[in-house]
């Protein structure tokens, strides 16, 4: 087992269609907002628009003409509906995060969004918690990229495990020792192969076995 102290190799994974199946909570989302008494086109419609900008739910209430406070409320009510996140959790991230924690490497939460939101999803999937040394939430007006120049040096074997080629575009620019690794959790035919200079795979199971088979 590596020795944690030396902190010399560090694994970012990201949360959102990476760790958590975020289109279903988003279809679940969605309905459940709907039944609040708005059409269901425009709910769709309007998440479309706000998520550009970094995604509420108290925000999305009043775009589709809450008041305020009602809103708050709703936002309330949406916690405690979704209290249980354990069920968007994909099946094989538990168990090889566990795996990878055993091996001595450290974990480490990268997410972006709204602030707020983000960190409402993180304390849900308390499950999780055990395995990350820290976690580090991006907002409007920082990116991921900022975090690694910030927490990274070239001196250290860092890798990013995102399902957004963007990201790991922006990455590969601003610190271009991160080793990006891509995961395709939506099409299993192009969950494995090569893009744009970086591995792409379709489990956290391939993960383990690419980090392995480096020999690091």
């Known amino acids: 087992m590596r020795n944690r102290e030396e902190n010399s190799f560090k694994i970012f994974i990201d949360m959102d269609g990476t760790q958590i199946d975020t289109n279903k909570y988003i279809q679940d989302l969605l309905i459940w907002i709907a039944r609040r008494g708005h059409k269901m086109e425009g709910v769709v419609s309007s998440y479309n628009i706000l998520r550009r900008s970094g995604y509420s739910i108290k925000n999305h209430l009043i775009f589709l003409g809450e008041s305020v406070n009602t809103a708050r409320m709703g936002e309330k009510e949406a916690e405690k509906y ?120 379709g489990s956290f199971e391939e993960l383990i076995k690419l980090i392995l088979e480096r020999g690091v």
């Open 82 to 201: 979704f209290a249980d996140f354990s069920k968007y959790i994909f099946s094989d991230v538990e168990p090889i995060l566990k795996r990878i924690q055993n091996l001595g490497f450290c974990l480490y939460l990268l997410t972006f969004g709204d602030e707020e939101f983000q960190k409402a999803k993180w304390q849900k999937l308390h499950l999780l918690h055990p395995f990350f040394e820290k976690t580090f939430f991006a907002h409007k007006g920082q990116s991921k990229g900022e975090i690694f120049v910030r927490e990274t040096s070239s001196d250290q074997v860092v890798y990013f495990i995102d399902d957004d080629e963007n990201w790991l575009s922006q990455v590969k620019e601003m610190a271009p020792w991160v080793n990006g690794v891509q995961i395709n959790r939506c099409d299993s035919q192009l969950a494995t192969g090569s893009s744009n200079g970086w591995p792409i795979i």
